[in-house]
């Protein structure tokens, strides 16, 4: 196999194993639906299996957790998909989104639509697995991840909308278990809004110039040199609401601890993080993975000693 040209390549990508191997025109779609990063689907998946730890349903539902975990790959696969589409104009005018199949002619606009609607398909199939009112809950999601891509033209916070987007499977989650969206189900949810904008700010701090020349809106850009500042103040509020989850359902000074790990390794991201150098914003950004299963740990561990 000849190895891809560089172009092709986008700085965020994991273009090795399966996709890699993938004959040009399937990998077009394997690369329209990022498959080449799994990053994107990890985390929308992490807020999903929270809800199903906290909510004490880690052995009793684990097969919940799998299908969070499919419905997670199928959608943020079905939401890049889409966004390419509403994009697919600007990304021709961005340096790191030029060769996204879409805009690069590589896959046409028909194709990109028939290939939206199967993995939406997957999704329906995930969605049949839930309880009538988890399954409610997460179809009012469709409105808000409808709406994502034109965020970044109307407002300088698109990373706010795709945090309400991204953690919506806090709320799926919690309310297939529990039955409801009563506390601490909501704070989890939240804390999970504040972590993707902070996050997300990271992500955006790669195309900040690209961004300032075509005019898309981001976080990054409204912080400007306090961007360490808010990204800290964004984790911070993060783990306060989730210290409160924690705390809703077991008045425990000890389970704050459990989200110690968690809290330590959000401080040494915004320590660390060089807003000029997008390489050191990118491994930042990708440490979320981890964090994510640090959160896991500690709604795993009050979870299963709180009922």
């Known amino acids: 196999m000849t190895a891809e040209p560089e172009s092709e390549i986008v700085p965020d990508t ?19 639906a990022r498959f080449d990063r799994p990053i994107g689907w990890q985390l929308l998946f992490w807020p999903g299996a929270w809800a199903i730890a906290l909510a004490h349903g880690a052995f009793d539902r684990w097969d919940l957790i799998l299908w ?25 005018q961005v340096e790191r989104t030029r060769s996204r199949p879409l805009a690069s002619g590589a896959v046409s606009l028909k194709a990109a639509w028939i290939w939206l609607v199967f993995l939406c398909l997957i999704g329906l199939v995930v969605l049949l697995q839930l309880h009538r009112y988890a399954a409610i809950v997460a179809l009012v999601s469709l409105a808000p991840v409808a709406a994502y891509p034109f965020m970044k033209r109307i407002t300088w916070w698109p990373q706010a909308w795709l945090g309400i987007v991204f953690s919506w499977a806090a709320l799926v989650g919690w309310s297939e278990i529990a ?57 911070a509020l993060a783990v306060a609401c989730w210290a409160l989850a924690l705390w809703e359902l077991r008045p425990d000074p000890l389970v704050l601890v459990a989200l110690a790990p968690a809290a330590l390794h959000f401080a040494w991201q915004v320590a660390t993080l060089d807003p000029a150098d997008g390489a050191n914003a990118l491994r930042r950004f990708r440490s979320n993975r981890f964090a994510g299963l640090l959160v896991f740990l500690a709604c795993f561990v009050v979870g299963q000693t709180s009922f």
């Open 14 to 32: 994991q273009y090795r194993g399966l996709v890699g191997r993938l004959p040009p025109y399937p990998r077009a779609f394997a690369l329209l």
């Open 68 to 92: 969070i975990a499919l419905g997670a790959i199928a959608m943020r696969g079905a939401g890049c998909v889409y966004n390419d589409i509403v994009d697919r104009d600007l990304d021709r």
């Open 179 to 235: 039955g409801s969206l009563m506390m601490p189900g909501p704070l989890l949810y939240l804390g999970s809004i504040f972590w993707v904008i902070g996050y997300d700010t990271i992500y955006a701090l790669q195309d900040i110039e690209d961004d300032t020349l075509v005019g898309v809106r981001s976080s990054a850009r409204a912080l400007g040199s306090r961007v360490r500042s808010g990204v800290g103040t964004f984790y």
